[in-house]
């Protein structure tokens, strides 16, 4: 029998039980393209918040003496889990959050990639020595798991950005408590714990709550149980958590917000670089922190560009997830159908030129091009997330780079130009936390550090970084000759 499917997954996960929450809420999961009720939870109380992270903190003591090899193998096994299963996968995200079959791979092979990654850790942890001033002082520095992390996911890549901050403090030695977001319960939440429990992970060492602020407050970051918090989404929701976080001292790392802009310089592959524009804007119709929301293109250019990039745009299928060759599948939900359409509108009210102007059936709404877009107006400043990009020209590279960093975000970008360092040198003048040269503003690798600048967020993931964000350091000296002590 499929252990991957609605209703053995629409529950709360919690000390490795399955069971209803104790809350107030009938929280109901609808398929965002038909607008139906995939299933139904009743919403976790804080009694149950307390005891998932009870049941975090008792597993992970067990799960910290494992051997660090046999950890390594049971998330090497959790990895064979989600490629075993990738057809059952799939059709999760199809149905939970509109993902279209591309995205779906694309986003499986994310999380494939970044659980090997944390089975890598339980080797990693090694400590080091250090010299000392004091004679017959023998200084042993241990890097040892923080205890328990508490994770907070989006809708947009639910499955992937869940399981990068999970793999990843399981790997390093963690007991995890998610609480995914209400839309995409299951793939950003109770699809990990029972990928982890069918790895043979200790049961209750990955807990899932899915409920409502209302029913805890904020009991999940200031829960003491909680040392460190990782959280992906918004920047408004992500300065509470911030705040919340530093006035109880607790670590937080928080992936936020983007408006990316990808920048095309008067000597670019142009045919190449609309290929990049479309994938970084379009790719989940939009929905992507990364997503280039700003195309920036050199004035002697822009007719070409412009010509090339309709067409293209044009061609992108929009409709029914499910579909093999749909391009653009439904947004989450009406309320970010109605905030980009006020984007849009209140943008061309401002005097942006619409090139196409995208239509609304039910959630899914299809492309919009805004041209002649300045950068005070609301369109160049705002995330959008969904299919609409705003497009600017500039006469020089100092233009393009004024323009690039007069957003209070700094999350991704790109520079499209046949001279690599040129390229290289104007992606050091952007201030952003990553930058791509020939190449779109979506990218995620296992071992390279992810995150913003300015109002994308604070710290680092992947790899070291996350590695580092998990774990602390504790200092252990041994004086092996005895010391000479004032006053004594």
Same mark, same amino acid.
């Given at each position: 029998?499929?252990h991957f499917n609605? &209703?053995?997954l629409?529950?709360q996960?919690?000390?490795?039980? *399955?069971?209803e ?6 929280m ?6 038909s607008?139906?009720?995939i299933?139904?939870?009743t919403?976790? !109380? #804080?009694?149950d918040?307390?005891?998932a992270y009870?049941?975090?903190n008792e =597993?992970?003591?067990? *799960?910290v ?5 046999e ?6 096994q959790a990895?064979?889990?989600v490629?075993?299963?990738h057809d059952e996968?799939?059709? +999760? ?6 993902g279209?079959?591309l #995205?779906?791979g694309f986003e499986?092979?994310l999380?494939t990639n970044?659980?090997k990654?944390?089975?890598?850790y339980?080797?990693r942890?090694?400590g080091?020595?250090?010299?000392s001033?004091v &004679?017959g ?6 890097q040892?798991p923080v ?5 907070i996911?989006p ?6 950005l869940?399981?990068k901050?999970v ?5 390093a030695?963690?007991g995890?408590?998610?609480?995914p977001?209400e839309d995409?319960?299951v793939t950003?939440g109770t699809?990990l714990?029972?990928i982890f429990?069918l790895a043979?992970?200790?049961?209750g060492?990955?807990? !899932? ?5 209302s029913e805890i407050? &904020?009991?999940?970051?200031?829960h003491?149980?909680?040392k ?5 989404? !918004?920047t408004v929701?992500g300065?509470k958590?911030g705040?919340?976080a ?6 937080a790392s928080l992936e936020?917000?983007g408006n990316? =802009? +990808?920048?095309i310089?008067?000597?670019?592959d142009?045919?190449?670089?609309v $290929? =990049?524009?479309v994938f970084?804007?379009f790719?989940?119709q939009?929905q992507?922190?990364? $997503?280039?929301?700003?195309v920036?293109?050199? %004035?002697?250019?822009?007719d070409?560009?412009l010509q090339?990039?309709? $067409?293209k745009?044009? !061609?992108?299928?929009a409709g029914?997830?499910r579909?093999d060759? @749909?391009?653009?599948?439904p +947004?989450?939900n009406k309320?970010q159908?109605?905030t980009?359409?006020n @984007?849009i509108?209140?943008s061309i009210e401002?005097g942006a030129?619409?090139?196409i102007?995208?239509e609304v059936n039910g959630?899914v709404v299809?492309?919009t091009?805004? @041209?002649?877009?300045?950068?005070e107006?609301s369109v ?8 609409a990009v705003?497009?600017?020209?500039f006469?020089?590279?100092?233009e393009?780079?004024?323009?690039a960093n007069?957003s209070?975000?700094? +999350?991704?970008?790109?520079v499209h130009?046949?001279?690599? %360092?040129r390229? =290289?040198?104007l992606? #050091?003048r952007i201030e952003?936390?990553m930058i791509?040269?020939?190449d ?9 550090a992810?995150g913003? %600048?300015k109002?994308?967020?604070?710290g680092r993931?992947?790899g070291?970084?996350?590695? %580092?964000?998990?774990?602390t350091? #504790? *200092? ?5 000759k005895?010391?000479q002590?004032?006053?004594?």
């Amino acid at each position: 029998m499929t252990h991957f499917n609605f &209703d053995q997954l629409s529950k709360q996960a919690i000390g490795g039980k *399955w069971r209803e929450g104790q809350g107030s809420i009938e929280m109901n999961n609808l398929n965002p393209f038909s607008e139906e009720v995939i299933a139904t939870m009743t919403s976790a !109380s #804080k009694d149950d918040l307390d005891q998932a992270y009870e049941s975090a903190n008792e =597993a992970q003591q067990d *799960w910290v003496n494992i051997n660090p090899y046999e950890r390594r193998d049971l998330l090497l096994q959790a990895a064979k889990v989600v490629e075993e299963n990738h057809d059952e996968i799939t059709e +999760l995200i199809i149905e939970e959050l509109g993902g279209t079959r591309l #995205k779906a791979g694309f986003e499986i092979g994310l999380v494939t990639n970044i659980i090997k990654e944390a089975s890598t850790y339980p080797l990693r942890m090694t400590g080091e020595i250090l010299p000392s001033p004091v &004679d017959g002082k023998e200084n042993r520095v241990y890097q040892e798991p923080v205890g328990v992390v508490g994770v907070i996911s989006p809708f947009n890549f639910p499955f992937y950005l869940s399981m990068k901050s999970v793999a990843t403090a399981v790997g390093a030695g963690n007991g995890v408590v998610i609480k995914p977001h209400e839309d995409t319960p299951v793939t950003g939440g109770t699809l990990l714990v029972k990928i982890f429990e069918l790895a043979g992970l200790p049961k209750g060492l990955v807990n !899932s709550i899915v409920t409502e602020i209302s029913e805890i407050g &904020d009991r999940f970051v200031e829960h003491p149980l909680n040392k460190v918090v990782s959280f992906t989404g !918004s920047t408004v929701v992500g300065r509470k958590i911030g705040e919340v976080a530093g006035r109880n001292l607790k670590k937080a790392s928080l992936e936020l917000g983007g408006n990316s =802009a +990808l920048i095309i310089l008067d000597d670019a592959d142009i045919d190449y670089a609309v $290929s =990049a524009a479309v994938f970084s804007r379009f790719t989940h119709q939009g929905q992507i922190c990364m $997503s280039a929301n700003r195309v920036l293109v050199h %004035e002697s250019v822009k007719d070409e560009f412009l010509q090339k990039y309709k $067409s293209k745009v044009e !061609s992108l299928k929009a409709g029914d997830p499910r579909e093999d060759d @749909t391009i653009i599948g439904p +947004l989450i939900n009406k309320r970010q159908v109605e905030t980009l359409e006020n @984007t849009i509108e209140k943008s061309i009210e401002e005097g942006a030129v619409p090139l196409i102007r995208g239509e609304v059936n039910g959630n899914v709404v299809t492309p919009t091009i805004l @041209t002649d877009v300045s950068p005070e107006m609301s369109v160049a400043n705002e995330e959008m997330f969904g299919p609409a990009v705003a497009v600017t020209t500039f006469k020089s590279d100092e233009e393009a780079i004024e323009i690039a960093n007069a957003s209070d975000f700094g +999350l991704s970008g790109a520079v499209h130009t046949a001279s690599t %360092e040129r390229g =290289a040198e104007l992606g #050091k003048r952007i201030e952003t936390g990553m930058i791509h040269v020939n190449d779109g503003t979506i990218n995620d690798e296992p071992i390279v550090a992810f995150g913003g %600048e300015k109002m994308s967020g604070v710290g680092r993931l992947n790899g070291n970084e996350s590695l %580092e964000a998990f774990t602390t350091k #504790k *200092w252990i000296s041994i004086q092996h000759k005895k010391r000479q002590f004032p006053y004594s």
